[in-house]
């Protein structure tokens, strides 16, 4: 297909195996983060790692000044915004891009709407077949479910203890690999009459802490390995710690390779591993990971 619409355009098309690299930057990261008890975003690493760094290098290796992708988000070379598109927006998942590669990247979908992208395209004849194809929301790497991916590398069906804040154990559960964060099903609470949810997760002893919904709420937490596209160090802002959420107002504070993120409303079962991004408004601000 790219050959087709290289063709169409009238412009030369480079083919440049990266499989190696994604595996280390992105699959293992995956899996060893899920191994370790935390919950990964593969999309903001490869993101980094991949599609704004290697291909980027692979840039000026064929001499392009430019990088241009279809993702849905705007960029004027200093800061990403987000995508005309609310429903498609993806900026949450370029807030780990290094700010040194924003004057090069290009995003000419980020004023359009899905529709009119897919309705534009299906009037020549080269992009019929994009304008047809099923929408792609989940991890490319996971046909079906993470834990599928999980097994093909190790035993994730050891069964453990399901234990409360304090420690005591009050069930099973059939392997901490299969939970994250905030779930509320797979394991036994004995006794229990309110439902239980998933509070952390201990790798080193494969036990899962439960707890009831309002235990999941939390009004700070800290990030690490920071990325932001201009100096700051104390700042208000709005933070988004999944993709699809309402970003929360809330004043962040650095300290050394870390920074305090103090909410004004509180949220619900915040994942460590996950990422947490800064908005100002349309802008992204830059993003960290929750720890």
């Known amino acids: 297909k790219a ?8 412009i030369k098309v480079h083919f440049h195996d990266l499989s190696n690299a994604f595996k280390e930057e992105v699959y293992d990261y995956f899996v060893e983060s899920y191994k370790a ?5 593969p999309c903001v690493m490869c993101n980094r790692t991949i599609k704004f760094g290697k291909m980027v290098e692979f840039a000026d290796e064929v001499g392009a000044q430019y990088v241009a992708t279809g993702h849905y988000i705007k960029c004027d070379g200093e800061f990403i915004y987000a995508a005309e598109d609310a429903n498609k927006d993806q900026s949450y998942f370029l807030c780990e891009v290094k700010k040194e590669v924003l004057p090069r990247l290009i995003f000419p979908l980020g004023t359009w709407v899905k529709p009119d992208v897919k309705a534009y395209a299906a009037n020549i004849e080269v992009l019929q077949d994009f304008a047809t194809q099923a929408e792609s929301s989940e991890i490319c790497f996971v046909e079906n479910t993470y834990d599928e991916v999980l097994a093909k590398h190790m035993d994730i069906n050891v069964p453990g203890e399901t234990v409360d804040t304090e420690g005591n154990v009050v069930g099973t559960h059939k392997g901490y690999m299969h939970y994250t964060i905030g779930k509320r099903r797979g394991f036994t609470v004995d006794g229990a009459h309110d439902p239980h949810f998933v509070l952390d997760i201990k790798p080193d002893s494969n036990q899962i802490v439960v707890g009831t919904k309002e235990k999941l ?3 700070a937490f800290e990030v690490k390995k920071i990325n932001l596209f201009k100096a700051l160090s104390e700042f208000d802002c709005h933070v988004k710690v999944r993709y699809r959420t309402t970003a929360v107002p809330c004043h962040v504070k650095i300290e050394g390779e870390r920074a305090k993120v103090t909410l004004q409303e509180p949220v619900f079962g915040l994942a460590h591993g996950q990422i947490a991004a800064f908005y100002e408004g349309d802008k992204l601000l830059g993003g960290g990971v929750i720890c």
């Open 3 to 10: 050959q087709r619409v290289a063709d169409y355009l009238g």
């Open 217 to 219: 709420e939390e009004n």
């Open 37 to 41: 008890g935390l919950t990964p975003n």
